[in-house]
Every structure is written in structure tokens, then in C-alpha cells.
């Protein structure tokens, strides 16, 4: 089999007729230099599609940058995207170069571009159209080559349809689309995941293993939160049950109400890699208690589970704020500012 089939096949895994076909896409996407457009719901694995596309393509020894449209401050688009001289603005101490110059020669990963502003729309079309960047407070155009590919869980045609979306650009980014359909779709890449995301970092297999019976109950799951969800579940389980089979019930309770309020809604990190065996026993739900403790206050009780909730979701949507606040349904800004009520930083609580 070609180095090229061979990476394809290991980055990407699954079963179904879906993923079969996003990898023959990817065998045949990585030869060209066509832009690409990604949709599919959050988590469903568009950013590791895009990486893999990046790294068997001619460019793989180039840099793949990869931004969330979404997550930059309107002031600071400009900057952040074309780079800025010294001294174009108030805090521009030095010279440097937006995400386009750091593309060069490689892939420009746009993800969220939904979320993309009017304004910016436009100068990104001219800069597909002609090729060139000019740093805010520059003088002259940069010629750049990179490959695009975008990436969204909205439905541009709708947006396009109120007038939200360009058309023109849309049709830049579109050469070749890809469509990857939720995991409850696709239920056959469910157990190859699980396998997969049992592994450990050396390939090797962990300790931690599945009954059948816990296998039927993750193929059941409905999967709000696609793979991304998924692999943290597995993750969960590798750390709290690091040596054991585990049945049903404790995949149960690991997904929905293993955790007893008081004690473990008090952690910053749902699943703290270092956690004591006094922990993991209430993680495991292994102390579970129906009546109230002494002194129960009900306000600090859903403080403590509002601040588990909302790292949870941090954990799961990656430290992405937009896909963590999108996981609660909360407004992007809401979420930040229970962030910082609840003094909560960005930061994957999961590093495998
Ligand atoms: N088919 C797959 N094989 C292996 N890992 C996968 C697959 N799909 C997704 N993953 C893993 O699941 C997690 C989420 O995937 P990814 O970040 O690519 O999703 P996404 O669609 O870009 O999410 P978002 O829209 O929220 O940015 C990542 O850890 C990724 O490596």
C-alpha cells in the first residue's frame, strides 16, 4: 500500500461506507491544490481531516495553520490574519506575520468560517482571488501561496440564502466539498474509535477494557458531542478505571451521574490525570449517598456543578470556547463570563 493510503488509514479511522468515503477523498484531495470545504457538526473530526489532508499532500513539509474564525476579536481580525508593521498600532511593539505569511507554501486551515465577519469576507475573497497580503500599516503586497481549507458546522447555503454569506467566496472555498455526518450517523466507526482511542500514545493497548455490554450501551448513545465526545468518555474511563473490565453500569454512570455533588463538582479538571484513589472512588460513583450532607447549602451546590458543567465542556470541545459554550447552549459571551466568575482557564483538562 502507498506511504500516502497507509497515514490516510491510520489518522483517520472508522468502518462506515462515510468514512471509507472521506478517505478515498483525502487520496484523491491531497494531489491537487483545490480549496476545500468541510462541514459537519462539532467534534465530528473536520480539523483532524483537514490535518491529514495537510500531511499527505506536497506540502507537508510547509506549515499547516490552523485558525478558529470565530474566536478572534473583531479589532484584532485584520492584524491577526495579514500581520502588522511596527508601530501600525497601539501594543504593535514589533513586525509580524498574520496567519497567511505563515501559511506560505503550506495550508491555511479556516475553521468556524461561518463565523466569519462581512468585512472580513471580502478581504479574504481578494486575497484568494489575487494572491497577495499587505500587513496592517504596510506599504507593499506580499505575494503568498497556500492552500485553503475551510470549515463550518452551519449550513452556508442558508446563510448564503439570507444574505449572510458571500456567494463568490463561497464558491472559492468550495472546489471541493466534503460533508462528515454526525456519529449516530455512522455508528460503525463507533467501536474502531473506542479501540483506537484505548490505545495508549506508544500504540500499545491499556489495561482498561470494555464488557460487550458496554459496548452496546456507547453504540446506543446518541453522541451530541460526535467523536470528540466519545474519545473523552474512553479517556475518562482509561483514568478512572485504569486496570479494569468495565461493564455497562459504570459506563453509566461515567456518561451521566457517576460523581457525588458535593466532592468531585468542587475540581477545577472533571478528570484530573493525577487523581487519588479517594477520588477515583467517588468519580466511580462508588460512594454514592442519598441523603444530604450536614450543613448542604443548595446556592453553593449549583455553583460547584455550574463550574463542573462548564470545564467539562471545556474539556470536551478541546478548549474551544465557541464549541464549548455551542455544548450548553449558552451565547458565546455568557460562557466567558462564567469563565471568569468561576476563575476557569482554556485548557485541555484531557491532554492524552
Ligand atoms: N475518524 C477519526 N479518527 C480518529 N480520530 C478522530 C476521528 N474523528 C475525530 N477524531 C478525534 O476527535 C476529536 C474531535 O475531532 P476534530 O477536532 O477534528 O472535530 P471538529 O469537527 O473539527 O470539531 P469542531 O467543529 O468543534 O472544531 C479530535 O481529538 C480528533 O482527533
Not at 315 to 326: E, K, L, N, Y
Request: proline share 4%.
Amino acid at each position: 500500500m502507498p506511504e500516502t493510503e497507509i497515514a490516510i488509514d491510520q489518522a483517520i479511522i472508522g468502518n462506515s461506507a462515510a468514512i471509507h468515503e472521506v478517505r478515498c477523498f483525502l487520496k484523491f484531495a491531497a494531489a491537487t491544490n483545490a480549496s476545500v470545504l468541510i462541514t459537519g457538526p462539532s467534534g465530528c473530526g473536520k480539523e483532524i481531516i483537514a490535518n491529514t489532508l495537510h500531511a499527505v499532500s506536497p506540502r507537508a513539509d510547509q506549515a499547516f495553520v490552523a485558525v478558529n474564525s470565530g474566536a478572534i476579536p473583531k479589532d484584532l481580525v485584520e492584524a491577526e490574519f495579514f500581520g502588522h508593521e511596527k508601530g501600525s498600532f497601539t501594543g504593535a511593539d514589533n513586525q509580524r506575520r498574520g496567519h497567511f505569511e505563515r501559511a506560505d507554501g503550506g495550508t491555511l486551515f479556516l475553521d468556524e468560517i461561518g463565523e466569519m465577519t462581512s468585512a472580513m469576507q471580502v478581504r479574504l475573497l481578494r486575497i484568494l482571488e489575487d494572491g497577495k497580503v499587505r500587513r496592517v500599516g504596510g506599504a507593499e503586497d506580499i505575494a503568498v501561496d497556500v492552500r485553503m481549507i475551510a470549515a463550518t458546522h452551519q449550513c452556508l447555503e442558508t446563510r448564503i440564502g439570507k444574505g449572510e454569506f458571500r456567494e463568490d467566496l463561497f464558491y472559492r472555498l468550495c472546489v471541493l466539498p466534503l460533508r462528515v455526518p454526525a456519529l449516530n450517523q455512522r455508528r460503525d466507526d463507533i467501536e474502531p474509535l473506542i479501540r483506537h482511542f484505548l490505545c495508549n500514545k506508544d500504540g500499545s493497548q491499556s489495561f482498561t477494557r470494555f464488557t460487550r455490554e458496554a459496548m452496546l450501551y456507547l453504540q446506543d448513545h446518541d453522541w451530541p458531542g460526535n467523536v470528540r465526545e466519545l474519545r473523552n468518555v474512553v479517556m475518562r474511563a482509561k483514568i478512572i478505571y485504569p486496570d479494569d473490565l468495565i461493564g455497562a453500569e459504570q459506563i453509566a454512570k461515567l456518561m451521566h451521574h457517576g460523581h457525588h455533588p458535593g466532592a468531585i463538582s468542587a475540581k477545577i479538571e472533571p478528570f484530573p490525570a493525577a487523581a487519588g484513589k479517594a477520588e477515583l472512588a467517588t468519580m466511580r460513583g462508588d460512594s454514592l449517598e442519598d441523603a444530604l450532607p450536614p450543613a448542604f447549602s443548595l446556592k453553593e451546590h449549583l455553583l460547584q456543578e455550574e463550574r463542573r458543567l462548564l470545564s467539562m465542556a471545556l474539556a470536551q470541545a478541546d478548549g474551544v470556547v465557541a464549541a464549548a459554550a455551542r455544548l450548553v447552549q449558552l451565547e458565546r459571551t455568557t460562557f466567558v463570563e462564567k469563565m471568569k466568575r468561576h476563575n476557569l482557564v482554556r485548557k485541555e483538562a484531557l491532554a492524552a
